[in-house]
């Protein structure tokens, strides 16, 4: 699983949505009596709970209302509080004895079973929903022109040769309903058709597939070595370019994007990591080029050349036309698991993983940048007895998410969102007859996962989709068990 891929699947386990049952107290029981609000994407709004709670319960796919989910409050199995949704995905439970931090259950069949401790929110919208990584093809363009300026360059060694790439911006880093748009493949001897090279034949013309949208084209040129015997193949970029601003719309061609070897990656760079927690073999440090609306760019990934945790690079000065932007870096450990041998060689990220960011920062912060991760949760046991799963959690964790899948169908089953970052357990919430829930049963996943989030980010007054842009530190771990 990609980093990307995975990073996008911690963030997709927040997406939460509930729905109404009135037993006419009065308002004047009521402290906080709000009326219903859906929240695009999920979230939670609206103050702390004080006698009324609305839940909105929708498909994370299609958005629609959820009519017949079950939803409880407490640990049941006979909960004072309960019933199902609306038409509109919508319930309503108003009672004065309803205030301050609640734990919540929503099930519906064909769905995975939704948790929430501590919730103090009098609005929450759930998006439930199993993550659909299988997609329609994106909308595409093209974008043609050359690329000059690497006759320039040094010549390189035998057995390397000078190239120039020409790529497209992304809208985030985090954005998860963005979708790649992958080049197509070159023919027999030929490079790809984004790839510029004066040593490997050709002329000087690229033609590139991308997105439909506002973005930048840009351009990253240096010296391409490429591995041997398993080796990873070696790009040294050194010089860089962009032209902003470019609309692009479904199918057409936008020809003469020209590109040169116009800006150096003469900004000496050093990024010291610290945290790097023991169960992980790789750390990776990345730089981000941020453009605002023209989106952002991975110019290049820093290597650890002396396993000190110290990344070193060079990145481009924030002048001329990128003097209005800034750099995010993210930083990450995890555990990478290769398999096989030469071009059949194949590396997967494998728990336990860890992230954290940085944003904002100024060509003069990437001088000598430090960034510090966050330690994956440990200590992972379950009690299949009394289904209560028990953890040790990293210090300064805000928010916890776990989930539960099937480890035969890699379905999600189960997922909890704990809005405590100090919890060391959670035990499932039981059920009444009445719900059918038939229970979990087989060979079973837990992850369980700890975020940090931008100061004064407040989990119960926020839409999940802005989580993305808030997110500081995210932290995994998993473990296997069989259902008794």
């Known amino acids: 699983m990609s980093n990307s891929i995975r990073l996008l699947a911690m963030i997709a386990m927040l997406g939460l ?36 709670l609305n839940v909105t319960a929708l498909d994370d796919e299609t958005g629609d209302p959820l009519a017949g989910a079950f939803v409880m409050l407490g640990p049941g199995p006979d909960p004072e509080f309960s019933g199902t949704t609306d038409a509109d995905g919508l319930i309503t439970f108003r009672n004065s004895a309803i205030k301050g931090e609640q734990q919540l259950t929503v099930l519906k069949a064909d769905y995975p079973v939704s948790q929430m401790h501590g919730l103090n929110a009098a ?93 930048a084209i840009y351009l990253l040129a240096g010296t391409i070595t490429p591995g041997q015997g398993g080796e990873d193949t070696v790009f040294d970029i050194t010089h860089f370019d962009i032209v902003r601003n470019v609309v692009t719309t479904k199918d057409e061609t936008l020809a003469d994007v020209d590109l040169a070897t116009d800006i150096a990656l003469d900004q ?42 110290t990344f070193e690079g060079m990145l481009p000065e924030l002048t001329g036309d990128l003097d209005d932007g800034s750099y995010l870096l993210v930083a990450q450990a995890y555990n990478e698991v290769c398999t096989g041998e030469g071009d059949e060689r194949k590396c997967e ?15 003069a912060d990437m001088t000598t940048a430090a960034i510090e991760l966050m330690p994956p949760a440990g200590n992972l046991v379950v009690d299949t007895g009394s289904w209560t799963f028990s953890f040790s959690n990293p210090t300064g964790a805000e928010l916890l998410m776990a989930d539960i899948e099937d480890e035969t169908t890699e379905d999600r089953v189960y997922n909890v969102t704990i809005l405590n970052g100090s919890a060391s357990e959670f035990t499932l919430t039981q059920f009444p007859a009445e719900a059918g829930f038939a229970g979990l ?28 842009d808030l997110l500081l530190k995210m932290s995994g771990h998993e473990k296997s068990f069989t259902a008794q």
């Open 441 to 468: 049963s087989g060979d079973l996943l837990w992850s369980q996962n700890a975020a940090v989030f931008v100061p004064g980010t407040d989990p119960n007054d926020i839409a999940f989709d802005d989580f993305q």
């Open 349 to 363: 990220e494998e728990p336990p993983t860890t992230l954290a960011v940085e944003r904002d920062l100024a060509a």
């Open 17 to 52: 949505v509930v729905g109404a049952c009135d037993d006419g107290t009065t308002p004047e029981g009521i402290g906080n009596d709000v009326e219903p609000q859906v929240i695009t994407g999920g979230g939670t709004a609206d103050g702390p709970i004080d006698g009324r």
């Open 268 to 309: 000496a760079s050093t990024v010291a990591v610290g945290g790097v927690p023991a169960g992980t073999n790789r750390t990776n440090v990345i730089p981000i080029l941020d453009l605002g609306e023209d989106g952002q760019i991975m110019i290049q990934s820093f290597t650890d050349e002396d396993d000190d945790s």
């Open 123 to 215: 609005n929450l919208t759930l998006s439930m929903g199993e993550e659909d990584e299988s997609s329609a093809a994106p909308d595409t363009a093209t974008i043609t022109g050359t690329i000059t300026g690497l006759d320039s360059l040094p010549v390189p060694p035998q057995g390397s040769f000078r190239v120039g790439i020409a790529g497209y911006t992304i809208p985030g880093l985090f954005d998860e309903d963005f979708e790649m748009v992958e080049q197509p493949e070159p023919g027999p001897g030929e490079l790809p058709g984004n790839m510029v090279s004066p040593d490997a034949g050709g002329d000087n013309t690229y033609e590139l597939k991308t997105w439909v949208g506002r973005q």
